[in-house]
């Protein structure tokens, strides 16, 4: 079975400071891996995947995740936090079949970020 | 443009009723998702379906129906059997063919039972 474990539950950081909002996963053969964002009453938007190649992804609104297999982390970073980035972030895992296609998508718990001016 | 239309937006329901979500897409995606949001819980799967006319139960179905007549419709039936209906309903969708995951969504409905 696979899983995603987002340990808190709220991050705070000053407006202009960097930011990083963790994931762990755990999956059977390579993960396809994700970060959306969420706004109150809002459905989820998507920010950016890991799929094969470099393990730094860049996204979008200045977002970059960096995948480590060693870790089995997919950590959501950003150099300089803006208010505009308060928010629900939920990180997403999903693995390939070996007779093709995809497991179904598990999500974490999700990861409040508040950023304070 | 493009997208994935859930309605309505809030709904309230007394105890004992059933109640049906529209969810609507026009990105010619195969796959769709009903997925409910509870604070500090993340997302539940519901039901999916990854073509028409077929459709599979997910983590959470007791208490729940689908349908899928045509490619661009899902609805979500709450039934009254449905313990603690109280919650955020999302939508989604996704192709199913060289597809790397990512799931489209709906803006969501909120459900309130009184």
């Known amino acids: 079975a696979q899983s995603v474990a987002q340990p808190e539950d709220q991050v705070n950081v000053a407006e202009g400071n960097p930011l990083t909002v963790k994931c762990t996963y755990s999956?059977?053969?390579?993960?396809?891996l994700f970060w959306y964002v969420q706004y109150p009453n809002r459905g989820l938007q998507f920010l950016l995947k890991y799929i094969t190649g470099d393990n730094l992804v860049k996204g979008s609104y200045g977002f970059e995740a960096e995948f480590n297999k060693s870790q089995t982390s997919f950590h959501l970073k950003k150099p300089s936090a803006l208010v505009s980035d308060s928010a629900l972030y939920f990180c997403a895992v999903r693995a390939r079949k070996n007779s093709g296609g995809y497991q179904k998508v598990t999500f974490g718990t999700g990861t409040k970020l508040q950023v304070i001016p | 443009d493009g997208g994935i239309t859930q309605s309505p937006k809030y709904l309230f329901r007394k105890e004992g009723q059933n109640v049906t979500l529209s969810c609507e897409q026009n990105l010619n995606h195969d796959a769709m998702y009903w997925y409910r949001q509870d604070p500090g819980q993340g997302l539940r799967l519901i039901y999916y379906s990854q073509i028409v006319n077929d459709f599979q139960k997910g983590d959470i179905a007791e208490g729940y129906s689908v349908s899928r007549e045509k490619k661009e419709s899902f609805p979500l039936t709450v039934t009254s059997a449905q313990k603690n209906p109280t919650a955020f309903y999302l939508c989604a969708s996704s192709p199913t063919s060289g597809n790397t995951g990512e799931l489209f969504f709906g803006e969501g409905s909120r459900l309130t039972v009184l």
């Open positions: 999956v059977s053969g390579n993960p396809y």
